[in-house]
């Protein structure tokens, strides 16, 4: 492809993803494809010779568009949002335009320098204590699984990167905190069996004072407690675990204190959510992700510390291909995470502050916590449905009752209703189990949601209820 086709195709791309974002509402939320159908439409060979890439586009038009989920939809209530704009895809398209490999300072000064200013940024916007530092990694389960680690050497005082593994070592997290948990647990080398979950109250927060037992009794048993991870909004009803008390432990008995706010933590955007950040003096290390609510689009995962020393002592190398004049003058991003190449994520990043600004942002926030108050209003005015969470954010957690119904009875009756929901195509919701109970999840989180598609939601819901409830 010549320049000048470049250009051509680059002006279609970009007109194409306008209208997308237009037009959206248009296609069904949840692909409709069934296993197998867009690979059996491929061909199984690659193209010999090159082509002009506009049939490429026509076939993505054709043939990939029908198996693509549309994550910016109005209608996305699935999961967790993972909101784009049209900013942070302009930032996207530069970074991939530079084609630049910032593993290190010098491989490009201004990549290394402008993550360094909008990572003080975030810290600033979100109110972490003055000192913490950020790195942006790929995703909060890369940012998780170097928090493990570098408790895991700091416990150790460095032996397990020399060594190998011997003390055996403890992590703690609530029963509510996320897999991503478990499994950096396995890769760090810790072993599953030394993950202990630790019971929540009835608003599915840990509880503090189980936190303590446990640690007295595996230090009495022999086990040095490495880490505990703390979730501000877990994933299936936005729990948020209270910081101060367990930060107060952690210091106690000299546990590195991890915080797991891939979800929640941008609402920390906004002065009156901050109070669950009380206490985080205690933190050692804090992850959110502006790829989940923050318009960035997939990936950039914020990663914070407290002190940058045991990151970079669990992860630097210093190869001689890779010495340079200045390495004691500035920041190597590659000793702050596992990988050497990396992303320059940064400037999508600065993109998207810079172009909604911070006000812009907390008014996204503060729109997306008024529409879930109002669904939870709707869903606690019909008596034939029940609330199963508190609603901190912009989650809201419920099911349909039903007189004399079993637990299995109950969760038959709301997949039947969530799966009636989504093959509307007009909203996508999921579910989750709290305490063994079938909860439906209404996400809301998307840059295009308005009232009326959460208002839609609901008519779809209460629609739908009666003939199940007949049944
Ligand atoms: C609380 C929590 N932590 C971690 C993750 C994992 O995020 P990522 O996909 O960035 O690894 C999720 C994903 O939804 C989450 O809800």
Redesign the pocket.
């Known amino acids: 492809m010549n320049n000048s086709e470049f250009r051509r195709l680059g002006y279609e791309l970009i007109d194409w993803i306008a209208d997308y974002f237009e037009h959206v509402e248009g296609f069904p939320v949840r692909s409709t494809a069934k296993p197998g159908q867009i690979k059996s439409v491929l061909p199984q060979e690659p193209p010999a010779e090159g082509e002009a890439l506009d049939s490429a586009f026509a076939d993505f038009r054709e043939l990939i568009m029908p198996g693509i989920t549309h994550w910016q939809h109005p209608g996305w209530f699935a ?2 949002p993972s909101n784009n704009s049209p900013a942070s895809v302009l930032g996207e398209l530069l970074s991939a335009g530079l084609g630049a490999q910032c593993m290190i300072w010098q491989t490009s000064p201004a990549a290394a320098e402008l993550e360094e200013v909008v990572m003080e940024w975030l810290r600033r916007m979100i109110g972490l204590p003055a000192g913490m530092e950020g790195v942006i990694q790929d ?3 890369t940012s998780t699984l170097c928090a493990l680690l570098s408790a895991r050497e700091k416990t150790t005082d460095y032996a397990i990167n020399r060594a190998g593994f011997r003390a055996p070592l403890r992590v703690y997290a609530s029963e509510e905190a ?1 897999s ?1 948990i478990d499994k950096a647990v396995k890769i760090a080398g810790y072993g599953i069996e030394n993950l202990q979950k630790i019971e929540t109250d009835e608003a599915y927060a840990m509880l503090p004072e189980k936190l303590e037992n446990r640690i007295k009794i595996d230090l009495a048993n022999g086990y040095k407690p490495a880490c505990v991870v703390a ?1 501000l ?3 299936s009803s936005a729990a948020i675990d209270p910081l101060e008390p367990i930060g107060r432990i952690c210091s106690q008995y000299g546990i590195w204190l991890h915080v ?1 706010a ?2 929640g933590g941008t609402a920390a955007l906004l002065e009156d959510k901050r109070t669950m950040l009380k206490g985080a003096e205690a933190i050692d290390s804090f992850v959110f ?1 502006p790829h989940k609510w923050m318009l960035t689009n997939f990936d950039c ?1 914020a990663y914070f510390v407290k002190d940058k020393e045991p990151l970079i002592r669990t992860f630097e190398i210093h190869p001689e291909y890779l010495k340079t004049g200045h390495d004691a003058e500035v920041k190597n991003y590659r000793d702050w995470g596992i990988q050497l190449g990396r992303r320059f994520r940064a400037l999508k990043l600065w993109f998207v502050i810079r172009n909604y600004g911070v006000e812009g942002l907390k008014a996204m926030i503060r729109e997306h916590l008024r529409l879930a108050a109002l669904f939870k209003e709707l869903v606690q005015r019909d008596n034939r449905f029940e609330l199963l969470a508190p609603v901190h954010f912009s989650l809201v957690c419920f099911r349909m009752k039903k007189e004399g119904a079993s637990e299995e009875e109950l969760s038959l009756l709301n997949s039947s209703l969530l799966e009636k929901v989504n093959s509307s195509g007009q909203v996508y919701l999921t579910h989750t189990a709290l305490k063994g109970r079938y909860a439906i999840r209404m996400a809301i989180g998307s840059r295009l949601t308005e009232e009326k598609h959460v208002r839609r939601a609901w008519e779809l819901i209460s629609e739908k209820a009666p003939s199940l409830l007949e049944q």
Do not use: E, K, L, V
């Open positions: 999961y967790f995703t909060a389960s996320h991503s979730t909004g877990t994933t797991d891939a979800y992700n995962s």
